[in-house]
């Protein structure tokens, strides 16, 4: 690569964010290019816009020097893009260009693929359509700030990768088997960045350094042959109605914390440094709660909120049935009931054994005349990026330039499976660095993102690579 | 009424049996006749089978010299006949002449509501056809009782009402505002009687004296305001599936007690008679149990089944039902969660009192920013009729005499409403005999009655009608 150039100096910096705000206008036609495509990936009549925003994203890295192609899977293509060979470390960016379906489409304003830049109640410049932050917005951050640099220095500051999926809207099934099949090549980066994530507010930068794992099970406890009439049999035969409540109340201590015998035994606290900074945050926990409609934290009393959420793992029962649930009453003893129940496991859990200590614990409280079956339903374990790594160290303050405010840490309640994939399939570490807002209504009517959130997400993004490259 | 005569002699009994005997076939015809009218009371296309029923029986009520009438409802008619004035006690005879839809018709071996008489496995002349027991051939056994009396002795041994409904299987909504419409002139009678229950084994017959009654609650826990992402919320929100699920957990100690405070105040022990009596009767619990595929008895420990079955109070959860149940799985906190929930009361119990006792318990386990909702579905006292009645006596001595072995006093489980109503609403006790057996086959497929329990029903009724008259 002839003229490659690293914007080691502040000058370079400069000339690269000059060509962004020069260049928004035509980044902003590019995405609405994109967003007009209409990726829905769960719909298979869509399956030909799918393969459309593929070859979009293929013509378009082409253009900036990326060997890139629309790979085949049994589902939509990946798009696996390779920047020219450079110094330095070498990052996979991944973003997703499918996009969720658009109903109920009367709830809209406006066509949903034909965007439209707004400005809302807040006097704050919007785009509005289908994946405009979910997250075709998200992932053109990324390859604008590519495209700055090719234009402002001649070439990319670092060597850059990219694995662009269509199927994160709809189970994603098919990226495993893709990553693993494609290991060798994938694996030569160093660290994984995720386009995918909110910022901590809108003044204030995040990178998520922890997600949480996830143990999800399914209990059937079948009692009697058939159901009974209560009247009949009530009090002599058993109801598994009650030996599953028993076993979900177990589950919990008064206290808040989980009962099942070990649970805790992997589980560090938190660093006095990243206490300190979460505390830093500022969480309003009141209003938190208060947003969702409650007001008592219901797990482990003496904890904060955020740790309950990010650091703590937890038991939740996702759903229950047994008997009749119909309009009026049924007197019945049923003969089957049954619960979904997952454990949101933090860094250190094993999910294996967390499953089997959930199991044998069930099993102890099951009398002996009736029966359970356990359903599994996937297990991933925590991701932590470790907080003194070289990268995260740079990332952040790359961000931080750009804001002109430190960068927070931040951990998510939630999986982010892929994180976990490349962790597992491809040992590397994950920067979760997005520019979103929660009030961005992904998967919903009218869907956003912020002209800010797009427009800085991209000189963010230059601040990063070139702060990555040093 | 000039001829009419009491079988105070046994020569006259005998006759009236004898008459039973010789006018078998025929009385089995009268029953096929009724069989064959369609009147399933939940379908409004059978509503004029309903009326023709209830006309045929007016006919021949009123050939054996009943003032009967077919009076309209809101739904099917009632029929209320009343015989000549007569000295000794007045009976009010209940039974129904609806039926239950025969779904599905193709488990059916022969037409429905064209009766059949066969030979079953067992070498048993057994009369198919829906309503075959339940409840039109229960119901001729006592009319055609009267028949054999009017044609052997010119008259009835004492004064008869009759009271038929058409709705017992589709509600019965209707029944209890008659019942409080036409007080002045039901309530003259001085006991009630309803054919609509089982013998206690093939040999053995029986007067069911205690039913249990029944007080229905759903209740309903509302956490957050909306369904929540359990990544983004669990830990710190609180799930409803496990308040509830430590509701129904509280509801029952581990030695089977339901922990209600005050629950068993109001609940008398067993006469030392009624127990040994129960003793008597042989019932195996392990077949019992074994029957419905279950081992252990769930009930208070310590307790016979039959205690726990007919003389003790139960609390079991008929129905729960909160977040997702679908296939798969789906990481929701949901919003809401709720149980169907009943009681079966013994005599004593006052159904307000552990209704009230059950929502202030529930409502002391609601954590404070969550919230529940009560909805009430119906209540109704135990029904006893006393064990030292002299109408008891006398109708245990008829059955005896009949079957040639001491007839046996039962509980039930069940709540038989219609007994409620006599007391409630005419202030009359109830006595329940009947002649069908479990393996009837009731609301199913192939019903049947057996040859002989409508035979020696019909002899039965007038045992028992005559030791009334006595």
Not at 141 to 146: D, M
Not at 278 to 307: I, M, N, T, Y
């Amino acid at each position: 690569m002839p003229n490659s150039t690293t914007p080691s100096s502040s000058q370079a910096l400069e000339a690269v964010l000059a060509r962004v705000d020069a260049g928004l206008d035509a980044s902003l036609e590019r995405l609405y290019a994109l967003l007009r495509i209409r990726s829905i990936s769960t719909d298979p009549a869509y399956a030909p816009e799918c393969q459309r925003a593929a070859d979009w994203l293929v013509g378009e890295l082409s253009g900036l020097g990326f060997a890139a192609q629309a790979r085949p899977t049994p589902g939509h293509p990946v798009v696996v893009a390779h920047g020219p060979d450079q110094a330095g470390p070498h990052v996979l960016f991944y973003a997703h260009y499918d996009v969720q379906p658009v109903d109920p489409l009367e709830l809209w304003h406006s066509d949903p693929f034909e965007p439209q830049l707004r400005t809302d109640a807040n006097g704050r410049q919007i785009i509005v359509a289908r994946g405009a932050s979910d997250d075709k917005g998200q992932m053109l951050t990324f390859i604008e700030a590519c495209r700055a640099f090719k234009a402002a220095t001649g070439g990319l500051p670092l060597k850059i990768s990219l694995m662009l999926e269509g199927e994160e809207e709809s189970g994603g099934v098919n990226l495993p088997p893709f990553m693993q099949a494609n290991r060798d090549e994938l694996a030569q980066a160093d660290i994984a960045l995720v386009c995918d994530t909110d910022m901590w507010d809108r003044q204030t930068p995040s990178i998520t350094t922890m997600l949480r794992g996830l143990v999800a099970d399914e209990i059937e406890i079948t009692a009697a042959a058939r159901d009974l009439h209560s009247g009949m049999f009530g009090n002599a035969a058993r109801n598994p109605n009650q030996v599953l409540a028993e076993i979900i109340a177990s589950l919990r201590a008064p206290d808040g914390s989980v009962t099942l015998p070990g649970f805790y035994d992997d589980v560090a606290e938190l660093s006095p440094e990243l206490k300190a900074q979460w505390q830093g945050l500022g969480f309003d926990e009141k209003q938190f709660l208060a947003d969702a409609g409650l007001s008592l934290p219901a797990g482990e009393q003496g904890r904060s909120v955020l740790e309950m959420l990010w650091s703590r793992p937890t038991c939740e029962i996702n759903g229950m049935i047994g008997g009749y649930t119909g309009e009026g009453f049924k007197t019945v003893i049923p003969a089957k009931a049954s619960a979904k129940i997952s454990f949101r496991l933090v860094s250190g859990m094993d999910p294996d054994k967390i499953r089997a200590a959930f199991r044998k614990h069930v099993e102890a409280l099951v009398p002996s005349d009736c029966s359970v079956r356990f359903i599994p339903h996937g297990g991933s374990p925590a991701i932590t990026v470790p907080a003194d790594g070289d990268y995260l160290r740079k990332a952040l303050s790359g961000l931080s330039a750009e804001w002109g405010k430190p960068a927070v840490i931040t951990g998510s309640g939630g999986s982010i499976p892929v994180a976990g994939d490349f962790k597992r399939i491809l040992g590397l570490d994950t920067l979760l660095i997005g520019f979103a807002h929660v009030d961005d209504q992904i998967h919903s009517p009218n869907e956003k993102y912020d002209l800010d959130s797009f427009h800085r997400g991209i000189r963010s993004w230059v601040h990063v690579l070139a702060s990555l490259a040093e």
